[in-house]
Nanobody, 121 residues
């Protein structure tokens, strides 16, 4: 099994910054795609950013230029640096990892427990 531990959420004023982390442990052969999603109250979960194993990134239009996703393969950790935060960024943020647990085996998707980000105006 694979466990994900998220950290870094909190309360910040508009214009401020936060850095989220998501560390994976357990039965991991390799981690392929890593990503961050968010779910605001009353809304569906949406993609924020993803990063492939070779470092290719993808961002939602709403966060481009403000958020940066990165990964440390040696630590099995993905980060989300969030700058110039806006009240509309308020949500529960979830990390998602696509993991190959055995050599040549299938990929499995795992989710973190979620961390709350609240941006006050």
């Amino acid at each position: 099994q694979v466990q994900l531990v998220e950290s870094g959420g909190g309360l910040v004023q508009a214009g401020g910054s936060l850095r989220l982390s998501c560390a994976a442990s357990g039965s991991i052969f390799s981690i392929n795609a890593m990503g961050w999603y968010r779910q605001a109250p009353g809304k569906q979960r949406e993609l924020v950013a993803t990063i492939t194993r070779d470092g290719t990134t993808n961002y939602a239009d709403s966060v481009k230029g403000r958020f940066t996703i990165s990964r440390d393969n040696a630590k099995n950790t993905v980060y989300l640096q969030m700058n110039s935060l806006k009240p509309e960024d308020t949500a529960v943020y979830y990390c998602n990892l696509v993991v190959e647990t055995t050599i040549g085996g299938p990929n499995f998707s795992f989710w973190g427990q979620g961390t709350t980000v609240t941006v006050s105006s």
